[in-house]
């Protein structure tokens, strides 16, 4: 798919507050995401990165204790408007910083979503299972044993297993929380390779400590520290030496605190 | 163990390094405490031992003039002074089965509910509670829950049925608590990776949380085996008999509602209530009673060792 025109809005979050037991995680943050881009998320630890990603696909839900005001809407509809939320988190691929096999086979790691999703010929698996293994460049290593169990595989070759999971229920939007934690920087550079290529299919949002990953990956980059979403712009302006706002030239810059 | 033998006070001293390690009169001192703790861990671990040997082999010394396949197969006889075990044995296997297929399938999925499903409030907590509280309740307590609710309010007297809902009450806290200790130990990452690819709750219980807990759970089930085996105040008010004569080598030969015999209150009937019994029946009967619990017991370490070996994470 060629690239569509930049405009195309494929997340409007709207004055996002997220609170826990009180405390908010996120304050206010209003940003679009448009299609097909790579946007970067950068900001200290603790800055509320990771809500906002548990946001989108509503895994917030899953913390007794959060409570989320404002909105978040995919190709214009509140994602709180939805009622079948499985539905709404087929579209959104997930990974999170650290690997997680599932304790099943290689193949059934990445079948599993597939099927939960209804889908049971096998020859229609079989073609799927292929295809996300090898989008997340793992299909050589272990074409030969799709058997075995993935739990047993290195952390680098799981954490592209969860990244073929992630792509097996052919999301719309994938979203990568620090990815690159637990693993090795040759496989890092792997999945950067991978997550260009797969820019011109899906909207891909890179939450990543590492200042340099945003630069390398992201069309655009948002900066965000103590909750608050200080800048959003240009990759060419959030690092060039005159962004918008002075924290964001220090954080880039690294002469921070 | 290698003490510290610099002093501290002259940091400019040099010590040769093999001197450091060399024995000293306080290190001698510390690997004798050593020896003796170990000593003393050793012989406890020994009592522990020596007095389930000690049973087993006095138990089927005494026990081994019966002991004989006609002994399970021929019910009591001459007021209990000849004859064999059947109809308590069978009794036993009616009360343990009917009453684990009652309490295991509530009790998983109970705690299947309130380990995956509930979410934390006052009421889950007070059912928490509740289960932690009902395993340590007395079996006689039970017992006369089962008289009250079981035997005299459902109308179902003194019978197989209800002696076994009362061993099932009695037994399904502790498949609760040891169900969800069961499914706490699959990992929360799990369900949140499939939660993320947009499977339901149930989607992930089936596809990831009941297939790796399932040894933890199957072994706790089977532990009760050998409690509701074992038991004899929930049943003997609630419809285990003195004496009822069944045909022999007829596995229905209970009805539901017919009062029946168990090995546990045969055992105890025996040794307190009726004059003049062979030693050897008794032995025998308190034989068949351990050898059944203990074979149950074996049977889950087996299945727990086995489910271990494949563990997948």
């Keep these: ?105 290689i193949y059934d790691n990445v079948a599993f979503a597939p099927r939960t999703a209804g889908i049971r010929k096998r020859s229609e698996l079989d073609e799927l299972v292929e295809r996300c293994l090898k ?67 899906i909207t891909i949002i890179l939450v990543t400590n590492l200042v340099q990953q945003a630069r390398r990956l992201a069309d655009r980059t948002a900066f965000i520290f103590e909750s608050k979403l200080i800048e959003i712009d240009e990759n060419d302006v959030i690092f060039s030496d005159s962004p918008a706002h002075k924290l964001t030239y220090d954080y880039v810059h690294g002469n921070f605190g | 163990m290698a003490t510290d033998p610099i002093p501290s006070s002259s940091p400019t001293e040099i010590i040769e390094p093999q001197l450091m390690f060399t024995a000293t009169e306080q290190s001698r001192k510390k690997q004798m405490a050593e020896n003796v703790a170990r000593a003393i861990f050793f012989v406890m671990t020994l009592l522990m031992i020596l007095p389930l040997v000690l049973i087993v082999v006095y138990l089927c010394v005494k026990a081994a003039p019966v002991l004989s396949p006609e002994f399970f197969f021929t019910n009591p006889a001459k007021g209990m002074r000849a004859g064999g075990i059947w109809a308590p044995l069978l009794g036993t296997i009616y009360i343990v089965i009917i009453s684990l297929l009652v309490s295991a399938p509530i009790g998983v999925l109970a705690a299947v509910y309130l380990n995956e499903y509930a979410r934390e409030s006052w009421f889950t907590r007070i059912i928490n509670l509740a289960v932690v509280n009902l395993a340590g309740v007395p079996s006689i307590v039970h017992a006369l829950f089962g008289v009250g609710a079981f035997v005299y309010f459902a109308k179902m007297g003194r019978s197989v049925l209800a002696a076994s809902l009362t061993l099932a009450i009695m037994t399904l806290p502790v498949i609760i608590a040891s169900t969800k ?75 539901l509602l017919d009062r029946f015999m168990a090995l546990s209150m045969h055992l105890y009937q025996l040794s307190t209530q009726v004059p003049g019994v062979p030693e050897a029946l008794e032995y025998g009967t308190a034989v068949v009673l351990l050898g059944a619990v203990l074979m149950v017991n074996a049977l889950a370490i087996v299945l727990r060792v086995y489910l271990r070996s494949r563990k997948r994470w």
């Design chain 2, 181 to 255: 200790e069961a499914l706490n130990a699959v990992p929360m990452a799990f369900r949140e990776a499939c939660w993320n690819t947009g499977a339901t709750r149930w989607q992930t219980i089936r596809g990831i949380v009941l297939p790796n807990s399932i040894s933890g759970i199957l072994t706790g089930i089977i532990l009760q085996v050998s409690r509701a085996a074992g038991e004899t105040a929930p049943i003997m008010f609630t419809g285990a008999v003195f004496f009822k004569a069944i045909s022999e080598g007829d596995v229905f030969a209970y009805g």
């Design chain 1, 135 to 201: 989008q997340s460049a793992l299909w050589d290593e272990v074409k030969d044993r799709l058997d075995s169990l993935g739990t047993k595989l290195s952390g680098g070759q799981q954490q592209r297993l969860t990244i073929a999971r992630a792509l097996s229920h052919q999301p719309e939007i994938l979203c990568l929380d620090e990815f690159s934690i637990a693993v090795d920087p040759v496989t890092t550079m792997r999945i950067e390779d991978i997550l260009k290529e797969l820019r011109s299919q």
């Design chain 1, 1 to 105: 798919m060629a690239q569509l025109s930049k405009s195309t809005k494929k997340i409007e979050i709207a004055d996002l507050t997220v609170r826990y037991d009180g405390l908010e995680a996120l304050k206010g943050i209003s940003l679009d995401i448009y299609e097909n881009e790579i946007l970067g998320i950068i900001g200290p630890a603790q800055s509320g990165k990771t809500t906002l990603l548990k946001t989108i696909n509503r895994t917030i839900e899953f913390e007794p204790s959060a409570e989320v005001s404002g909105s978040v809407s995919i190709d214009g509809t509140d994602i709180q408007s939805i009622r079948n939320v499985n539905q709404l988190r087929r579209r959104i691929g997930m990974v999170f910083p650290l690997p997680v096999g599932l304790p099943m086979s």
